[in-house]
Each structure stands twice: as C-alpha cells, then as structure tokens.
C-alpha cells in the first residue's frame, strides 16, 4: 500500500528525531484505524523478522503494539540516481526474497529506496510464504491491496516505468 497510511520518523544514532539526510534508524507508525483493521504492525514485523540478514530490506530494531523502529534505508529511487546494474539487483533481491521464502505482493515505485548505489525494498505489510499463498487470498477475494504481478514482474514493470518517463 503506497501512500499516508502511516507516520514516519527519522531518527539519529541517539533514536533522536533527526533530518531525513542524518537519519540511522526510521520509526513507522501505522494510523490508528488501518493498524487495527488490519493488524498492520504485527504483519510488518513479522516479515522484516523473516528477513532479518537481508540486506536490501529494513533491519528491525525494536517494536511494540503500535509502531516499530527498522533501519534507515535511503531516499526514493528516481530517473536521475537509478544504478547501471539496476537488472542485476533486482535478480538479487527477487532470488533472495524466494531463499527467504517471503513474497512482497505489493511491489510499487513508493516501495523502492537506494541507499549507496543498492537498490532497497520497503513495506512488507502484504508478505506471504512465497507466491502461492498470495494466489490464494487473491482467489478468496481477501487481498486488500492494488497490485497482482508477481513481485519480479513488478519490480521489472517499476524499473522500467522510471527509466522511460
Ligand atoms: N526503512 C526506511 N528507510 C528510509 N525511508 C523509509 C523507510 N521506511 C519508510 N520510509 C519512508 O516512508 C515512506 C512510507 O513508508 P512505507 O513503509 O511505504 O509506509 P506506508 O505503509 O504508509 O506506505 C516511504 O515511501 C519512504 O519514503
Ligand atoms: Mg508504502
């Protein structure tokens, strides 16, 4: 889900609130609504919990019933700072993402970072246990949020739609 579902905090080394450009750490706090409908903070840490060691995703920090703290991952990919190898990366993150069994589901623009020169992905509030399981929510009528590619589709589709605009 992209866009002001959630509040979000740059913090320093001190988990003091800081500049976005000083930041270490970042705190995300869902809105009140949204976490309760849909068990947003739990979700989220469950999967960076999968992930922990990854290191194109955020790395938890600490959490509680309402909000969590993950690293810093950089700013908002664009035409302008998108890497040479951005093809490669995204084989890296895809294939690491099936080692950790974890599918994002909801891969948009808005969830992709840089942080010196590597790709970052953010957001993982729509994860699964892989692909199928996804294929199956979408099948109950359950999914709640916009995008149905694959997550290599999507992060390809991404790609390309920056370089091309
Ligand atoms: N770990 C992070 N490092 C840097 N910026 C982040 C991080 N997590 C979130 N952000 C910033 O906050 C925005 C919203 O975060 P996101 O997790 O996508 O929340 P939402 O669930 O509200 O879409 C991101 O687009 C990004 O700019
Ligand atoms: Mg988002």
Sequence with gaps: ????????????????????????????????RLRQKFDLVRKEVYWLQQLDGFDRVPQLINHNAKSFTMTYKGVQLTKEIVPADWEEQIDYIITSLEKFNVSHNDIELGELLILNGKIQLIDFQHGTHGR???????????????????????????????INS
């Design 1 to 32: 889900m992209s866009g002001n579902t959630s509040e979000i905090k740059y913090l320093n080394d001190q988990f003091k609130k800081c500049e976005p450009i000083n930041a270490i750490y970042v705190k995300k706090t869902p809105k009140e």
């Design 132 to 162: 199928a399981e996804f294929e199956k929510i979408i099948k109950s009528g359950k999914a709640v949020n916009r995008v149905r590619i694959d997550d290599r589709t999507a992060m390809m589709e991404a790609l390309q739609q920056l």
